[in-house]
């Protein structure tokens, strides 16, 4: 262990216990995917209506977009109008209109008001779905629809595409009449398209005439399209779209991603209050024979005292709950997501410590004999509340819609200590469910593509799933359009490159290589953009900084210089090799030379011992992963030989840079005081009932409540995810330095098997690569069995003595 008090010793043996005893109550498999044939392609045909707005007026696109952040939803609010012609070929027996996007909308049909639309801006989510009845006022032939919008709310995006930042602002109008009651899809009589006209008015004062049929509109603009709803996996993002569940046929997913059903666990928390229910075993039951059913004796109930229950999927999950009716009236339930149970009891709008849960509490409208949805997300548990309804309810089936991108387990993990078997399998699981539109950092929030997140993810997806088609569209898709940072963050430019460099390792794709160099040495050119002539990251133009989320760490502080600089020279690093790589020998050049002055730079903001920045954990692992040899068995001293956290003075440290620590401790060859720390930490998490590894963590928060003291991104509470890709390093990790396999050259064409138990009776397990999967044995009294697919060349180092095996085959080295 490193250095550390008789307590944290304790501690470990504690955590280590009581981690295991809580792995031997998960499910198994804890992917619920794991074993699944997945469908060959998703049934369903992407839906026409467009997404529209006003041509000219889009925030996203102006050149002082700053100026009207997300979450300041009182600007930016003058009323938007839209109208349309259409014609009604034939007479329906019902009909309903459709409206998504505006925060506010006041809608007319032949110069009759239908409706008038509400969304609370203190809702999370960013806008919903209103829906109404144009029985009787549809007519045959010609009918013109008008619109007055105010946009919605809006939700946080970051630095994402325009689309996906229009979208999260609300500027967007989606509207479809349906030839049909709620509920029932069919295709539109009108849907929002290119054919709709708008003008813009202003606020506190409304556009004359603008609802009456027989204003001649054709002084409006045409209005400016994103395209179909489900066209773009950029509308995907973000949780831009969670408001879009009541959509009738919006699936709202990438065509690379299949559902899974998946009942609940258990059933807990049941209230029934003036009503009752019925056959409640087959909510946890596949295909239960007998309906579920809820008997409400009182005629209205209220949100507070409604029937209610909590359903416990049994592991946190990507999806949306889905709900089956089998009455012959329309229900209505208000829903609440939970990663933890004490988030989806939550109450309130505002997610947070005090408020409610991350997407709120939200009303689910459930067709007779129909089917619901609620919004997408990541969750474990769900509270519903059975609102106002028939007497008797009843229901096919309430249960989750899981949502996963089909990967193969191909890499494998299995040793001596079922808490490390536990460990691998819980971190390949959580970059698995952030296998969604794109690689996310997480299933709740953010859901986006983060270059710092992938730098961890894309490993753990080469090591234990070998898949390349996401981590290329999501390097593809973070690449800035012009010459601009990745993510808006100076340090994630650097993460870019070193991302590409690992997948490029573990793939051998030198095509995909080739299509990225544009985006490459844009990304360089804005790096070396932001360093002086003595190689210095400066800062000049005061960009919002992140290492960690740790104190000083992150925002505009010398610690967070200093973290991008050093980030900076393994951008370099990674870029020269690649370069080199594409047959780029002059830039290769370049960049070698500008990681050395890099380098220089760093050295000189060294402490007076030459060696450490200062006792920062974060910066001082990222030194030994950048610079020099000769600075390793200092900084181990003096600084990672104090890495623990069982007193108020030892540092703060996320699970994403405790991969680095760990990667740093290794190469300082103390890998047995990283796999202490790796059981200590990340078995913590375990202990404290994870089935998915959490954004940030600290072994000294109360147990009781983990939201009072989950913190990253400068907040905490339920705002804060539990299941975050970027906290799966011991994934890789303990392939990379138990079972020792390393690609030595692109593609695995040359591979480094250097096997240590540190510690361990017994390891093996299996690494995809593009030439079949290598498969290792290790045992501390049998040694090494090895098997090799074609095309592999394996330089072997066990007990002391290296081998070379140039075929495939099964090759044996005794541990004597």
Known sequence: MPKSSGLLGFLAVLIAMLATAWAQELPSPLDPTRNMIPATALIHVALPEQYIWTEGDVTARRPDHDKFPWNRPGLRVAPHYFRVHFRAATMPEAATLYIAGPREAHVFLNGHRLDDF?????????????????????????????????????????????????????????????????????????????????????????????????????????????????????????????????????????????????????????????????HISSLTTPNAAELFTVTNYAARTSDADAPSLLLDFGREVAGRLLVESASPTDSTLSIAYGESEIEALATGLTPGQQGGNYLGTNILEVPAFGVARGPKSGFRYVRIRFLGAARDTAFKSIRVEGIYYPV????????????????????????????????????????????????VEDRVISTAFGDRALVEQTLHALAPDGVGHVNGIPSYSALWITSLANFYQHSGDKAFLESERTDLLRILAAMDASVDVQGLFTNAKHRWLFVDWAPGLYAYTPEARLGTQLQYIRGYRAAAMLLQSLGDAQNARRYSAQADKAIAAAHALR???????????????????????????????????????????????????????????????????????????????????????????????????????????GTSGYFVSMAHGWSSAPTVWLIENVLGITPASPGYDTVNIRPNLLGLKYAYGSVPTPHGTISIRVDEQKGIDLDLPAGVAAKVQFGGRASVFRSEGRYTVSAN
């Not at 963590?697 to 913190?711: G, I, T, V």
Request: charged residues 20%; proline residues 5%.
């Open 118 to 278: 509400y969304l609370n801006t203190d809702a999370p989510i960013g806008f919903h779905v209103f829906h109404t009845s144009v029985t009787g006022v549809l007519r045959l032939g010609d009918n013109v629809l008008a619109v007055e919008a105010v946009r919605g709310r809006g939700v946080v995006s970051g630095s994402s595409p325009p689309a996906t930042q229009q979208l999260a602002y609300g500027e967007v109008l989606a509207a479809k009449i349906v030839p049909a009651r709620f509920g029932t899809d069919a295709p539109a009589i009108v849907i929002s398209d290119g054919n709709w006209r708008s003008a813009v008015g202003s606020a506190g004062k409304t556009l004359e005439h603008w609802s009456e049929p027989d204003l001649d509109d054709s002084s409006w603009r045409p209005v400016e399209s994103l395209g179909p709803i489900e066209s773009n996996s950029d509308f995907f993002q973000w949780s831009a779209d969670a408001g879009m569940f009541g959509w009738p046929g919006y699936v709202g997913m990438s065509p690379a991603l299949r559902t899974f059903p998946l009942n609940a666990a258990a059933v807990t928390h049941t209230y029934t209050g003036n009503a009752s229910f019925l």
């Open 607 to 713: 402490d007076a011992n030459g060696a450490t920045y200062g006792a920062t954990w974060q910066l001082n692992a990222l030194a030994i992963l950048a610079d020099d040899e000769d600075t390793k068995p200092v900084i181990w001293k003096e600084v990672l030989s104090l890495v623990k956290q069982d007193a108020p003075a030892d540092q703060v440290i996320s699970p994403y840079f405790n991969g680095y620590v760990i990667d740093a401790m290794a190469a300082t060859g103390h890998g047995r005081e990283a796999l202490d720390w790796i059981r200590t930490y990340w078995g913590g998490m375990l202990a404290e009932g994870a089935t998915s590894f959490w954004e940030s963590y600290d072994l000294r928060w109360p147990k009781a409540n983990p939201h009072l003291s989950l913190q990253a991104d």
């Open 408 to 455: 193969t387990y191909a890499g494998s993990f299995e040793s001596s200590d079922p808490l490390l078997n536990r460990i691998w399998e819980v971190g390949a699981y959580t970059t698995h469910l952030c296998m969604q539109d794109g690689i996310w950092d997480a299933v709740k929030r953010d859901r986006g593509r983060w270059a710092g997140d992938l730098d």
